[in-house]
């Protein structure tokens, strides 16, 4: 079974300023592939970034990327250069490795606030 | 497009009713999921579907049943609410082939029992 784990309860950062929002995770298949959502005060769930475990580089869609350490089993989303708008619930996903037949095991959440 | 809708998007219910949760989507996805959403929790899978016509149970599916009769919509049905399943619940879809593609999620469905 996967396992998702964010230690950040809530980050803090200044507007302008990267931050960096903590993933690990934990799973026994060697083909694996990680998910980033976004979840405003709103409430719908906005896909951010992916990461697929055979994927030699790390990924990156505009100021998300993601930094992808294999050995240590971590996938961190990187913001950088801050919005107020990117104040948020932060989900970390693993998919299992069931093909295209996956399903998505979430993390807890991290609540970034982005100070002005 | 109107992307993953869901209908309600509030409901109160009292202990031991039971309600239907519409989710359709219009991007012709295969594949379809309904979640929860408790606080402090991530989201749980319930059921989800791979096709039109069937069902399997996901991490927390006892308490609801879900029919796939059209490829566009996914029902999650609750036969007898219990306060326990006082959550959000989020459907979401995605495209059958290629297994990186994201789930696309619809707006949630705020349900509270009594």
């Known amino acids: 079974a996967q396992k998702i784990t964010q230690t950040q309860p809530g980050m803090f950062v200044q507007e302008k300023e990267a931050v960096t929002l903590d993933c690990t995770y934990d799973t026994s298949d060697q083909s694996y592939g990680l998910f980033w959502y976004k979840q405003p005060s709103s409430g719908e769930m906005i896909f951010l970034i992916y990461?697929?475990?055979?994927?030699?580089q790390n990924a990156t869609e505009g100021r998300y990327s993601l930094n992808f350490q294999k050995a240590r089993k971590s996938a961190n989303l990187v913001i950088s250069a801050s919005q107020l708008g990117d104040s948020a619930m932060y989900f970390c996903?693993?998919?299992?490795?069931?093909?295209?037949?996956?399903?998505?095991?979430f993390g807890k959440g991290t609540l970034l606030t982005v100070n002005p | 497009n109107a992307g993953v809708t869901q209908t309600p998007k509030f409901r109160v219910l009292k202990t031991g009713q039971s309600m239907t949760l519409l989710c359709a989507q219009d991007m012709n996805h295969e594949y379809m999921y309904w979640y929860r959403q408790d606080p402090g929790m991530g989201l749980r899978l319930i059921h989800y579907?791979?096709?039109?016509?069937?069902?399997a149970k996901g991490e927390v599916p006892d308490g609801y049943n879900v029919s796939r009769l059209k490829k566009q919509n996914f029902l999650l049905g609750l036969e007898s609410a219990a306060p326990s399943q006082t959550s959000v619940y989020f459907c979401?879809?995605?495209?059958?082939?290629?297994?990186?593609?994201?789930?696309?999620f619809g707006p949630g469905t705020r349900l509270t029992v009594l």
């Open positions: 979401a879809s995605r495209q059958g082939q290629g297994s990186w593609h994201e789930q696309f």
């Open positions: 996903a693993i998919k299992n490795s069931g093909g295209s037949n996956y399903k998505l095991t």
């Open positions: 990461q697929g475990s055979y994927d030699e």
């Open positions: 579907s791979v096709g039109e016509g069937t069902t």
